[in-house]
């Protein structure tokens, strides 16, 4: 895993010393992303600066630096990621050919040699973002991976084009303009993240998953094209249509087969491997797996939580206690969020409200202590059908297709009737007897939820008040209510999908890179501790896909598959039926340890600083939180996350 940057210098206004220095300063940037080496690498005519920070994976030695100059000397390339059949494709080549060293890197210029960037973005297996110069073309290739594991920000004015790994590299530069984008702001509030190409700057965008920029340099001119070399929408309706033909006992028989070799193949590494365990079905998975490829003994790391209806240590130890794992378990209390609290907007760089990221950043401080490398479980809840609201969502359907609207609205303002103080402390009361006991944890907000999406008019309307935040209204001035009214996120409607096949389908195209790989990327290189996503495989996706609805989802559970792999291997472990994740007390937090850092930010003085936001309506809803009429937690926590990424970078909108 690596930090890179380059700058094209397309009109030579600026001097090669002058690129070299504010490479230089990019990479420093991005230097926890890659401590290990750095290196600089800049064309004759000053035109092109590439720099790069290293974090040795593969082939610790000197013969993996990068940027590397291919044979020939007509390519350059700089690359963060893994490529993990590197080694098979070298099978590719001549016994004759020579190989300096055993990089994933060599392999890669090697293969852009002999066969070029299309052919060879199709061969390769990885997560990867590429930086590629090709002397002799003068073209630029940036390329980032399918699913979007790793990430690229790039910027274009009158005289230079520049790129890196993270927004801070390119605010270093003086051609960074920091104008804030205010439909990605809308955006932000929506999601608790800025999606797909959007950044939360005007003129700087993301490279998208699957995609190509191909730069060509021509008499002083700079002219671009997108490539889109893969799309998870077009795979996922050929998957489809190529339905899986056995029963499912083969299904399950494959899919093992098919996340087996991923995990195999991500293990590969000079450096010590670990295994985030969280107790849940696709964590326990990847490390089971990884315990019976392993040759070592297999590191696990867990994070747990000091409320008992938000933690699930106990259920990571055991599945350790089985396998026979070396775990390592922290808890995570209040007392650890204002340290970190104060480091967000310099981990994240933009507004980013997944509060999962703080314990994320925890575990991978741990894991670093011992290892380089960690293998996590992201990716199985899109392809398997894991999230509740893939379940629950045509249930809820079906009711609101059935009731009168009059009737719904009732129902909706019934539910808030009962304060969700008093909901939670009468759960806390028959908690005792009852024998499912966490899945009535956070009832209170699952029936605020519920209230909102009651009046939901269509699929795509209730799988959006399902996803979104701020249902009812956005924290924003009313001349930003015409973009908000746009939705940020259109479902993706399958060929002959169903409801619950077009939401996860969805949640592919920008849940999936654009919160869990942000939030894992981000939290992760912040401790220079790579981490890979097994489930995250071309092969394992399409067979994923393949599968007929009803060897994932029934009517109470989903990621049926799975459960069937960890039943038959472990038959004395009793798989999780549910899973909180990364979930906190936030509403309980911001009432108390957290008050006098949340009072200060959505203060009268505090608020009218940044004329976007709706200062009277924050601070109604901040109050009813506090008297606990109602929880307001995530809401307010993405009002909170931008304020404070706001006051650290200086902006006033």
């Not at 939580?305 to 350790?320: G, K, Q």
């Not at 380089?372 to 359907?397: H, Q, W």
């Not at 936030?586 to 108390?592: D, N």
């Amino acid at each position: 895993m690596c930090g890179l940057a380059g700058i094209i210098n397309y009109r030579s206004k600026s001097s090669i010393s002058e690129c070299r220095n504010i490479g230089l300063l990019m990479a420093q940037k991005l230097e926890h992303r890659g401590p290990d080496d750095f290196g600089l690498w800049q064309s004759k005519n000053g035109q092109i600066t590439f720099s790069h920070q290293r974090l040795s994976i593969q082939d610790l030695s000197n013969a993996g630096h990068q940027p590397m100059i291919s044979k020939s000397k007509k390519l350059v390339l700089e690359f963060n990621g893994e490529i993990y059949n590197h080694l098979k494709l070298r099978r590719l080549f001549e016994p004759s050919f020579s190989w300096i060293g055993g990089s994933d890197t060599e392999t890669l210029i090697a293969l852009f040699e002999k066969y070029g960037v299309e052919k060879t973005v199709e061969l390769i297996e990885g997560m990867f973002v590429i930086a590629l110069w090709d002397e002799d073309r003068k073209e630029l290739y940036l390329i980032r991976d399918r699913f979007g594991e790793k990430p690229l920000y790039y910027l274009h004015n009158d005289n230079h084009f520049i790129f890196a790994s993270e927004l801070k590299a390119l605010k270093v530069t003086p051609w960074m303009v920091s104008d804030i984008d205010l439909n990605s702001l809308t955006m932000y509030f929506q999601h608790s993240f800025v999606p797909g190409k959007n950044s939360i700057y005007q003129k700087v965008s993301k490279l998208i998953p699957g995609e190509i920029l191909k730069i060509q340099l021509k008499n002083n001119t700079l002219e671009q094209k997108k490539i889109q070399y893969w799309s998870s929408f077009q795979n996922i309706n050929s998957s489809k249509k190529n339905v899986f033909s056995g029963g499912f006992k083969d299904a399950s028989l494959e899919v093992e087969k098919s996340l087996r070799s991923s995990v195999k193949d991500q293990l590969v590494a000079d450096v010590p491997v670990g295994v985030f365990l969280s107790g849940g079905i696709d964590s326990s998975l990847i490390t089971m797996l990884a315990s019976q490829e392993s040759s070592e003994i297999v590191r696990t790391f867990n994070i747990g939580f000091e409320a008992e209806e938000y933690d699930e240590s106990n259920e990571a130890r055991a599945l350790s206690n089985i396998l026979g794992t070396n775990h390592t378990s922290i808890n995570f209390s209040s007392d650890d969020v204002a340290p970190l609290l104060k480091n967000l907007h310099n981990v994240y760089d933009e507004p980013f409200a997944d509060a999962a990221q703080m314990p994320t950043i925890i575990l991978s401080m741990l894991a670093k202590k011992s290892v380089s490398v960690a293998l996590s479980g992201d990716g199985g809840d899109e392809f398997f059908g894991g999230y509740t609201r893939y379940i629950s969502g045509p249930k809820i359907l079906n009711i609101i297709n059935f009731l009168p609207s009059p009737i719904k609205k009732l129902a909706s303002k019934l539910i808030r009737l009962i304060p969700p103080s008093q909901i939670d402390l009468y759960v806390k009361l028959i908690s005792p007897f009852l024998i499912s006991r966490k899945n009535y944890y956070q009832l209170s907000r699952k029936l605020y939820a519920l209230s909102n999406i009651l009046n939901s008019s269509s699929e795509e309307d209730l799988y959006n008040n399902m996803r979104f935040f701020w249902k009812e209204n956005l924290p924003i001035d009313n001349s930003l209510r015409p973009l908000a009214s746009r939705r940020s996120q259109n479902m993706h409607l399958l060929d002959n999908g169903v409801f619950s096949e077009n939401m996860m389908s969805s949640d592919v195209s920008c849940y999936l890179p654009d919160d869990l790989c942000v939030k894992l990327d981000r939290a992760s290189m912040s401790t220079s501790l790579e981490t890979r996503l097994p489930f995250l495989n071309r092969n394992l996706f399409h067979l994923a896909w393949s599968l007929p609805m009803d060897y994932k989802i029934n009517s109470n559970s989903g990621k049926l598959v799975l459960r069937d792999i960890l039943n038959r291997n472990l038959p004395g472990f009793t798989v999780p039926v549910g899973k909180q994740g990364f979930t906190l007390p936030l509403g309980k937090w911001l009432r108390g340890e957290l008050k006098e850092w949340a009072s200060d930010l959505l203060s009268y003085n505090s608020l009218r600083q940044y004329s976007v936001l709706d200062t009277y309506f924050i601070r109604g809803i901040w109050i009813d939180h506090l008297s606990q009429k109602n929880n307001y937690e995530y809401d307010l926590w993405s009002v909170l996350v931008f304020i404070e990424w706001a006051r650290n970078n200086k902006v006033t909108i």
